[in-house]
């Protein structure tokens, strides 16, 4: 991790940014430092709107697609989706007291979740109390990850079959901002309800972290009596861009019982970093990348990954900027996004072959935006998996296309 942090840094230190991959962004003054926003600003960085004297504000976004994607030459065929269905809802309690939840409604009704739910305490810019269900800030994409904000239908693999995407609990903690120049600094830290062995028990056979999601009594209680760390610090320049380091980690085995001692405490850790930038021909770039070690019983066998990684890179560049159909801040952009993920690292103890089990995607994108905040996209998706043992990979293609907004 450190030889990538060295890598990346140099890069970062010779291209102009912006923070937001979002096309408003090019037409507000950039001279005061205090507009800088940075992806722990997500969660309230959203339209909303009140009414008279109404105490909340209210604002939401949708996301809805169709898709004909074909593997190894087969097909479902013409599929069309409602992703999900998300509201805000937010109060200033009092002048440095705010509250904000998030509640959303996943393919329809299937799935219904309190994504976010907290009571922010103000007492100074570099001190802030957040209680409630945060959350957890590992990489961008956790906190960052409304669907009008990305020119792709999919998230990304890496943040959604690696690392629980969207991944919240219940717990309290401190952040703060503090600007100096053209410089902003960030920081993040909460204790809060953690993983639980569905992280290698579960349906897919292989170290899953998103199947910690599954347990709905993670916002009652702790599955094993443990906390869950999770930390983030991020910098940005005004003419550099925002790069942050953050760590996730805690027991997800329930190593104790009524003060009977069943096993080891096992520990799963993330590291994540993460970047976004704009070039001066305004490119954007953002992408992040992710390192999770699990401590597996012996008893398991070794397809269940005790090392991953992976993450993605996503390009933008606005073609047309201009009044379009009567839209007069409308953009076409160009997009491609390129992914990896690994969720076994390492060789066989048997044979010294590289074990498999990986995946490669690259999707070419273009989208447009009748307003920054909506956007319609079309995607065309071609992934490469390998299996356990690297046979050849079995391919997945085809078209998807999207509509998503805020409201």
Known sequence: MKRFILLILPALLFIQANAQIDPELLRKPQNDTGSLKLNMDAVYDRPFTKAGKLPVALGGYMETNYQYLGQDGVTEGHQFQMRRLTL?????ISKR????TEIEFEDGTKEINIEFASVDVEFAPLLNFRGGVVMNPIGAFNQNHDGPKWEFVDRPISATQMLPATFSNV?????????????????????TNG????????SENKTYLPATKADPERFEESFNGSMLFTGKLAVRNKRVGEIGLSYMGGAYNKFQDDGLVLDK?????IYAVDFNTTLPTKTFITGEWAWVTIDIPD?????FGRRQQGG????VHPIIQRTVFGFEKATLNAAVRLEYVDWNRGTFKSTGDKIGDEVYS???AISFRPTPQTVLRLNYRYNWQRDLLGNPPSKLAGFQFGLSTYF
């Not at 805000?88 to 200033?92: D, G, N």
């Not at 717990?171 to 053209?182: N, S």
């Not at 902003?184 to 204790?191: C, G, I, R, S």
């Not at 993983?195 to 579960?202: P, Q, R, V, Y």
């Open 362 to 364: 690259i999707v070419p």
């Open 299 to 303: 008893t398991y066998t070794e397809q």
């Open 88 to 92: 805000f809802v937010s109060s200033s």
């Open 171 to 191: 717990g309290f903690g401190v952040f703060g901002k503090k600007y100096t120049g053209d410089w902003v600094y960030a920081y993040e830290a909460y204790l």
């Open 265 to 269: 405490k096992r520990l799963a850790k």
């Open 312 to 315: 993605f890179v996503d390009i």
């Open 97 to 100: 007291i705010k509250f904000l």
């Open 195 to 202: 993983f639980n062995e569905g992280i290698i028990d579960n």
